[in-house]
């Protein structure tokens, strides 16, 4: 009970130093927050979620047919903008030639120019075609309803077009209601980024000054073993990934509305990763001898296993290989468990194969770190 | 001049001795670049998504269900579609897991209400995870929805009859009777063909760009953009900490050693600006080749590049001159100088491509060297002489430098 308490005491020490660091606010929260802001923003305006997509129409036509084909591709999701001669700007834009009307009458094939510009949004491309492709359905469903009458009267009358077969969209069920927001997805990115960074950077730092400064040999005068320094700069820079991450995720949750799902679940799967990094910082602070050194290797590390592991991208565009490769990333695996409480609202035995991946990693990290662990240099 | 030189030469000298820390630097931007790259540069094929996996839940197990399912057998839809029939639970399952976009949903008797002409519904289950591929699905969806309901209702008649054929047994089915009804069908079906054998209206698709737009964006293309942002990054990293040794000779009492000797201030000011300037400059040239080699990346021409890099690096030198003259200790330096330089690099347009970010970042973004040089390195890939960039660098640089000579004068008085 004493050792515990002793362990307690050490850890709690370097963590109330740390807390005081006035850069400790830098990069537990100013930076994190601004990349939060930004990827937030990005993701919430980007090509992921255009509302409307444009569809500029230069409506040559000189019958009736044209406005009857435009009424067909109207949609709630798409902004029609009727123009009279082709624009020098434009995203997406659809010619309806002079002959239009008459080439359907005479039963004549024909094919409407869509042109769309390349470094237009391809997702709205994607949806105005498909909508054109819808009416040019309905109309000529609609003309085989028809027969083989005379097309000139079918403005007049005919048998309108019913949607037999709806669709209807929704999320799995005892998920989501509402499509999650961007900040939903930036801020445990941020957050398990940032954990990484922080943690190897600030914890292997110190760890390795204490070291050269002889902090650690001082230690072993009061009655605590070499296990147990280590044991007490563990749980130090674990308590620092923890209080990093409840930092992000109290923000998050008052100015953005984060919605983690289960709270106390996430903050279990940031607890374990948190250990895995806190083992990984004690390691390489008792490797290194010098601070750029570490700085080097932990922004190498951070953005290698971030970039991986889906901290800043949607995963669903990354190619399948990556996503493979992506496994060896501790972030891969606590994402993925963050992603089954935020968007399928799991339970724990959705992310016990997650958590048991990091907590073997945490073990197996703890036990190298402890045995690299040095007093002195 | 020679004591200048032989002081530049000792640190160069020691640098190399323990070079682990800079070559880390270096092999971060190839790193970060090399997986940018490979996740987002266009392929060499059309498509610019992955193959989407769906799922097909089939409660139907009909003619309509299947002629669904062939649908994706399509030659260009299996390009495009990775479909697995199994049931919800597994749907959902592969959905937690990542390894489905969507589920489609045929509901029972599915070809039995399409056939009646009653209102029946397809649903697409989509997976919250993810944020694009999922409205690719139902928009496909959406189309083979609108082209069901075509065809039935173009077939009315004949989807009655075949409504009949699967009510009663094959023996009690009046056969002989089909004659007048096929008849007729095979009228409607030449009639049809009028109008979809070739499409009545059918589109004609075509990419295009505006008069001043560049050839198709390739992958070389991207690495081109993305390598000065991560260059000018990690040449600030990598400056930072050779000029660190402004404060760690202090603190080692090394500057009171060098101090007895007939060295001047100004030589030991000189020799650190200048080594911080050439070893930026030294940073850049390996970047420059290893992005050549390794990416195929081009930088426009090289001597108006290697002149932006000077001025980058000069500038770079001089801020942290200026930065080690004013920060106490090595500790200072340390928890200073690397929040300073993410937040440069993350307004500056080194982590996203400027023309991303809002518009507040932007303008902030005007105050970091990375912008400047980010840009610079822009107008020189066009055939432009970056002379705004690099009129900007050298002035803001030359006014550092003014600051941080007179402190670091200061800073090195014993």
């Known amino acids: ?377 | 001049m020679r004591r200048l030189l032989l002081i530049l030469g000792n640190d160069i000298r020691r640098h190399l001795k323990s070079p682990m820390a800079v070559v880390i630097f270096l092999a971060i931007p190839l790193f970060m670049t090399g997986l940018i790259g490979i996740i987002f540069a266009p392929g060499e094929e059309d498509s610019t998504l992955p193959r989407i996996a769906v799922v097909l839940v089939d409660h139907d197990q009909s003619i309509a269900s299947k002629l669904l399912m062939g649908m994706f057998d399509a030659d260009q839809l299996k390009k495009m579609f990775e479909v697995t029939v199994t049931d919800e639970a597994e749907g959902r399952r592969r959905m937690t897991k990542g390894r489905a976009t969507a589920m489609i949903i045929v509901p029972e008797k599915f070809t039995v209400d399409l056939l009646d002409a009653k209102t029946t519904t397809l649903t697409v289950v989509k997976n919250p995870a993810e944020q694009f591929l999922p409205d690719v699905v139902e928009e496909f969806v959406n189309t083979i929805a609108v082209m069901l309901s075509g065809a039935i209702q173009a077939f009315s008649e004949e989807a009655r009859g075949i409504r009949a054929m699967l009510d009663q047994p094959v023996e009690s089915f009046p056969w002989d009777k089909l004659g007048p009804e096929l008849g007729k069908a095979q009228k409607k079906v030449v009639a049809a063909q009028a109008y979809l054998n070739p499409l009545l209206v059918g589109i004609e698709a075509e990419e295009t760009k505006p008069a001043s737009a560049k050839p198709k964006f390739t992958r070389t293309d991207l690495f081109s953009i993305m390598l000065p942002g991560m260059a000018i990054m990690f040449l600030l990293f990598i400056v930072q900490t050779l000029m660190r040794d402004i404060i760690s000779d202090r603190e080692d009492g090394k500057l009171r050693r060098m101090m007895t000797t007939p060295l001047r201030p100004m030589e030991l000011i000189g020799a650190r600006l200048v080594g911080g300037w050439a070893m930026g400059l030294i940073v850049l040239l390996v970047l420059v080749a290893a992005g050549t080699l390794i990416f195929r990346a081009y930088w426009g021409n090289l001597g108006s590049f290697l002149i932006l890099g000077a001025a980058a690096s000069f500038w770079t030198a001089a801020f942290f001159g200026l930065l080690h003259a004013l920060v106490r200790n090595r500790n200072q330096s340390g928890a200073i100088g690397a929040p300073i330089i993410l937040v440069f690099s993350l307004f500056g347009g080194s982590m996203m491509n400027p023309e991303a970010m809002p518009k507040a970042f932007k303008a902030i973004g005007i105050a970091t060297p990375n912008r400047w040089f980010i840009d610079g390195a822009k107008l020189v890939r066009e055939g432009h002489f970056p002379l705004v960039p690099l009129a900007v660098l050298v002035g803001s640089g030359v006014l550092l430098a003014a600051l941080a000579v007179p402190a670091l004068r200061r800073k090195t008085s014993v």
């Open chain 1, 1 to 377: 009970m004493r050792r515990l308490q002793r362990i307690l005491h050490v850890a709690w020490n370097d963590l109330l130093i740390m807390v005081s660091d006035k850069v400790f606010f830098f990069w537990s929260l100013v930076f994190p927050m601004l990349f939060i802001v930004l990827f937030g923003l990005v993701f919430k305006s980007s090509d992921s979620a255009p509302a409307v997509a444009e569809l500029t129409v230069v409506n040559l036509d000189e019958g009736r047919w044209g406005a009857y084909f435009l009424d067909k591709i109207e949609a709630p999701g798409i902004d029609l903008k009727i123009v009279e001669a082709e624009p020098a700007e434009y995203n997406r834009l659809i010619i309806l030639p002079p002959d239009f009307s008459a080439g359907i009458e005479a039963k004549r094939a024909q094919k409407l120019a869509f042109k769309k510009r390349e470094d237009a949004s391809v997702k709205a491309a994607a949806r105005v075609e498909t909508r054109l492709y819808q009416a040019i359905a309905r109309m000529l469903s609609e003309l085989v309803l028809f027969g083989d009458g005379d097309l000139t009267k079918f403005l007049d009358g005919h048998a309108e077009f019913r949607d037999i077969v709806q669709v209807k969209t929704r999320f799995p069920e005892n998920t989501v209601t509402v499509v999650p927001s961007g900040f939903d997805h930036s801020i445990p990115g941020t957050t398990i980024q940032f954990i990484m960074m922080m943690v190897i950077i600030y914890g292997g730092i110190t760890v390795m000054e204490d070291r050269k400064k002889g902090v650690l040999a001082r230690m072993l005068f009061s009655p605590l073993s070499k296990g147990e320094v280590f044991q007490a700069k563990l749980l130090g820079r674990w308590g620092m990934g923890l209080v990093q991450a409840l930092i992000l995720f109290i923000v998050g949750k008052i100015f953005f509305k984060l919605d983690l799902g289960s709270v106390p679940l996430a903050l279990l799967v940031i607890a374990v990763f948190a250990l895995a990094m806190a083992a990984l910082s004690v390691f390489i602070g008792s490797l290194c001898r010098k601070e750029d050194l570490i700085i080097g290797l932990a922004v190498l590390l951070a953005n290698i296993f971030a970039g991986l592991g889906g901290c800043w991208w949607p995963s669903e565009i990354v190619p399948r290989g990556v996503r493979t490769v992506a496994m060896i990333s501790p972030a891969y695996w606590a994402m993925d468990a963050l992603h089954k409480l935020r968007f399928f609202q799991g339970g724990f035995g959705d992310i016990l194969p997650d958590l048991g991946i990091l907590a073997a990693l945490a073990v197996v990290l703890g036990v190298v770190a402890a045995r690299v662990f040095k007093i002195r240099d």
